[in-house]
């Protein structure tokens, strides 16, 4: 096993962008994917998984609803000396399990972690310097991951809250679509600025409920990546709820991104869960109903003027 050896688990713009990341960090990088594209700058190309048992580090970059299939797929490659990481902003399933809890479960790696943090694809590819924060209960697989991947212009931070940083990123994808909406309603700067305090608040209380630290939604994996979403006016998630104020539908408004977007299909399930957890969530849930189509542009405004002073 090459303890150098990175092998990145999905082809699409993320997968390609973690790979040139850790290519030009030095590693040694294989990229699992069926595309049929020129490989980025250094990177090696696979078609089949079972190459991540010559890696001592498989970072996962698919859709959360392939995770499970993916990792299933990986298990007879991986031992308990391999490191498994993933990518993945979204949550499983209607119980909305962590990508790591379902890696747990397919997988006999134990030394697990997530990257989350505010940096785009196209950033990440570039090589412009940005900053991300990989999580772990374990400090090696800490440690790894900024040996893997950290350069001059990639700063890695680290935190122990894994189900944290899973739920902030997770979270923070839903509620950039509701910033992106406030942006297309053409909303005020300081009512744009008031909008996300109250959004990370809100998504602060869900992680929370969820078991994970509410300071972690306050930090880069949460309010940093929401902020920076504010400044990415190409984001998908930005994009989408852009459109959706324009009065586009969430098929149209989705399918313009090019991109498939987890918190899309996330945001009902994430509403639905705080309902069942009671968790309040005024904002969510206003975005869900315009999701829905019906839920007028004032509604998440109203959501926002009618929250509590003091929480």
């Given at each position: 096993?090459?303890?150098?050896?990175?092998?990145?688990?999905?082809?699409?713009?993320?997968?390609?962008?973690?790979?040139?990341?850790?290519?030009?960090?030095?590693?040694?990088?294989?990229?699992?994917?069926?595309?049929?594209?020129?490989?980025?700058?250094?990177?090696?190309?696979?078609?089949?998984?079972r190459v991540a048992a010559e890696h001592?580090?498989?970072?996962?970059?698919?859709?959360?609803?392939?995770?499970?299939?993916?990792?299933?797929?990986?298990?007879?490659?991986?031992?308990?000396?391999?490191?498994?990481?993933?990518?993945?902003?979204?949550?499983?399933?209607?119980?909305?399990?962590?990508?790591?809890?379902?890696?747990?479960?397919?997988?006999?790696?134990?030394?697990?972690?997530?990257?989350?943090?505010?940096?785009?694809?196209?950033?990440?590819?570039?090589?412009?310097?940005?900053?991300?924060?990989?999580?772990?209960?374990?400090?090696?697989?800490?440690?790894?991951?900024?040996?893997?991947?950290?350069?001059?212009?990639?700063?890695?931070?680290?935190?122990?809250?894994?189900?944290?940083?899973?739920?902030?990123?997770?979270?923070?994808?839903?509620?950039?679509?509701?910033?992106?909406?406030?942006?297309?309603?053409?909303?005020?700067?300081?009512?744009?600025?008031?909008?996300?305090?109250?959004?990370?608040?809100?998504?602060?209380?869900?992680?929370?409920?969820?078991?994970?630290?509410?300071?972690?939604?306050?930090?880069?994996?949460?309010?940093?990546?929401?902020?920076?979403?504010?400044?990415?006016?190409?984001?998908?998630?930005?994009?989408?709820?852009?459109?959706?104020?324009?009065?586009?539908?969430?098929?149209?408004?989705?399918?313009?991104?090019?991109?498939?977007?987890?918190?899309?299909?996330?945001?009902?399930?994430?509403?639905?869960?705080?309902?069942?957890?009671?968790?309040?969530?005024?904002?969510?849930?206003?975005?869900?109903?315009?999701?829905?189509?019906?839920?007028?542009?004032?509604?998440?405004?109203?959501?926002?003027?009618?929250?509590?002073?003091?929480?």
């Amino acid at each position: 096993m090459n303890p150098r050896g990175v092998c990145v688990l999905g082809g699409g713009p993320w997968g390609r962008a973690l790979a040139s990341a850790a290519a030009r960090a030095g590693s040694h990088v294989t990229l699992v994917t069926r595309r049929v594209e020129a490989p980025p700058e250094g990177v090696a190309v696979a078609t089949e998984p079972r190459v991540a048992a010559e890696h001592a580090l498989t970072v996962i970059a698919v859709p959360s609803a392939h995770v499970r299939a993916a990792a299933a797929d990986l298990a007879p490659h991986l031992s308990g000396a391999h490191y498994l990481v993933h990518g993945v902003r979204g949550l499983a399933g209607d119980a909305l399990a962590t990508v790591s809890e379902v890696l747990s479960e397919e997988t006999p790696a134990r030394r697990l972690g997530a990257l989350g943090g505010p940096v785009l694809a196209a950033e990440l590819a570039e090589g412009t310097p940005s900053v991300m924060v990989v999580g772990s209960r374990f400090r090696e697989v800490i440690e790894l991951v900024r040996e893997r991947f950290g350069t001059d212009t990639l700063r890695l931070y680290g935190t122990k809250d894994l189900r944290g940083l899973e739920w902030a990123s997770a979270l923070t994808g839903c509620y950039a679509i509701a910033l992106g909406y406030a942006l297309g309603a053409a909303a005020a700067p300081g009512l744009v600025a008031a909008f996300t305090t109250r959004v990370v608040h809100e998504a602060a209380r869900i992680a929370y409920a969820a078991g994970g630290e509410s300071a972690t939604a306050l930090g880069l994996g949460g309010l940093g990546d929401l902020l920076a979403a504010s400044g990415q006016a190409t984001r998908p998630e930005i994009l989408i709820g852009r459109a959706l104020a324009s009065g586009a539908s969430v098929e149209d408004a989705a399918h313009a991104t090019g991109e498939r977007v987890e918190a899309v299909s996330l945001l009902p399930r994430v509403a639905a869960w705080s309902a069942a957890a009671g968790v309040r969530v005024p904002i969510l849930a206003a975005l869900v109903g315009a999701l829905r189509g019906d839920t007028p542009k004032e509604e998440l405004i109203r959501a926002l003027m009618s929250a509590p002073m003091v929480e």
